[in-house]
């Protein structure tokens, strides 16, 4: 009894395509062959990245003692690290209900160890098995974790179960169990892709959580994560016209048991949000930065008018050398008027102004209010 085990590896950074040519892929070769096969250039993964050695993998797997290591590969499928593993149970007791989560904790520990070998001080995310059932084996009892199975009939006649955590393949025939791992790699690519989006999601949630003041970046961030998620949903609907009906169909069963797309829209509607606040704040701090320029701009214009009255009363009392005054109506009433007067009647003009642009902007906060007040409706 054989168990095939996919570990995506637990990155230091979230995984994102923003710098990865991750379309080249999307080209005119793509398409029809035959009836079990469909050129396929972007959702099939790639070979195995890095060698590892066996020898030292089968020394770490005779640490534990509920499987023997057969070979674990390292796969780099767009810049997402997994493991690949074929593990032979030591005996069918080691996956009956009693040693079923016994069995499950030493393969996670396993792969644990090969990725900090081979990957630094990095461990998986998780450890997904899929358990290689031939004529006359059947399931162990409690090896699914859940209730939320999907059935794929496949086209050679085998069957594959997609399920959380533990997947089961039923192939009479013992052969053909090597094409499933390329679609397992491949939907847990996909998850952990969105799982990552989330996470992100959650970290600008904090972010605005802890600020009222939203910077650019953080509003821009928001909206790469549009770009993100857009790309999670190329990937899951590009899967379903590339490669062949069985990939398509083991990807299907996977993700629709692990509930897929119910999350990528509960992802979807809160980035949403996220946009909708980080917007919403940033309008509020142009809007209160707008008022403070016009305060500045409102002091500066009665600074200056008070110094141009100030100036035309030096100029129309002053003199030439031969004792004449400069003429005109504006001069003669600033001579007439006094200086006094004139800079009070320019100290009124700006307070009346000051007093203008509070009734403004009271005027427009309490309209700004009760329109948003109305749309929450």
Request: proline fraction near 2%.
């Amino acid at each position: 009894m054989y168990v095939l085990c996919v570990a995506p590896v637990r990155e230091n950074e979230l995984y994102s395509v923003e710098n990865r040519n991750i379309l080249f892929g999307v080209n005119s070769t793509t398409g029809f062959v035959s009836r079990n096969q469909e050129n396929s250039n972007l959702t099939f993964a790639s070979r195995a990245s890095v060698v590892v050695s066996q020898r030292v993998v089968r020394t770490l797997g005779s640490k534990f003692s509920s499987f023997e290591v057969k070979r674990v590969d390292r796969y780099d499928h767009y810049g997402m690290a997994f493991l690949v593993g074929w593990l032979k149970v030591t005996s069918p007791s080691k996956l009956s209900p009693a040693n079923i989560a016994h069995f499950e904790e030493e393969t996670t520990d396993f792969f644990n160890l090969v990725s900090t070998m081979y990957l630094g001080e990095r461990s998986v995310r998780w450890v997904n098995r899929t358990l290689l059932l031939e004529e006359e084996e059947s399931c162990p009892h409690m090896w699914f974790q859940d209730d939320r199975r999907q059935i794929a009939e496949l086209v050679d006649g085998s069957t594959f179960h997609g399920a959380w955590g533990n997947n089961l393949y039923e192939n009479s025939s013992g052969s053909g169990q090597a094409k499933i791992m390329h679609p397992i790699l491949h939907a847990q690519y996909i998850w952990c892709f969105l799982a990552d989006v989330e996470s992100a999601s959650i970290s600008y949630l904090a972010l605005l959580h802890s600020t009222t003041a939203i910077k650019s970046d953080l509003l821009h961030g928001v909206i790469s994560l549009h770009y993100e998620l857009a790309m999670v949903s190329f990937m899951r609907e590009r899967t379903r016209i590339e490669d062949r009906p069985d990939f398509r169909a083991v990807v299907d069963a996977i993700l629709e048991s692990w509930n897929f797309g119910e999350v990528l829209r509960g992802v979807d509607r809160r980035l949403e949000r996220l946009e909708h606040i980080a917007g919403g704040r940033s309008e509020l701090l142009q809007r209160e930065q707008s008022r403070r320029m016009d305060w500045i701009l409102f002091v500066l214009a009665g600074t200056t008018l008070i110094s141009l009255c100030l100036d035309f009363i030096q100029t129309a009392y002053s003199e030439t050398q031969d004792g004449a005054r400069p003429e005109g109506w504006i001069m003669r009433f600033f001579l007439e008027t006094g200086a006094s007067s004139i800079v009070m009647v320019s100290a009124l003009i700006t307070l009346l102004l000051v007093f203008s642009l509070l009734g403004f902007s009271s005027w427009s906060r309490r309209t700004w209010k009760g329109t948003n007040d109305v749309s929450r409706f």
